[in-house]
């Protein structure tokens, strides 16, 4: 099972996105019986690099704002104090 196949979505697996609709298009019936698993095969290693991508950038977006909060909370004491 994958995600929805939007391309807005999943900018970096355009392309095979597409070729994967072609073929489900070009072969309504052999894609049942694998003409087009090769091609799920890298959208899957696609979705899970982009995953990564989008981790790996969320962990450094949040270490960014824990970083503000214990600053804030610092001056915020210290001002209190």
């Known amino acids: 099972m994958h995600p929805p196949l ?3 979505r ?3 697996c355009a392309d095979i996105i597409e070729q994967f609709q072609k ?3 070009d072969h309504p019936i052999k894609k049942f019986f694998g003409e087009c698993t090769d091609l799920k095969i890298k959208l899957d290693r ?3 690099q982009e995953k990564a991508i ?3 950038a969320n962990f450094e977006e ?3 704002l824990k970083e503000r909060l214990q600053a804030y909370r610092k001056e915020n004491a ?3 104090a």
Request: with cysteine; glycine share 0%; charged share 35%.
């Open 62 to 64: 949040s270490k960014k």
């Open 78 to 80: 210290e001002t209190t």
């Open 6 to 8: 939007t391309l807005h």
């Open 46 to 48: 696609c979705f899970r």
């Open 54 to 56: 989008k981790r790996k």
């Open 23 to 25: 073929c489900h298009l």
């Open 10 to 12: 999943h900018p970096l």
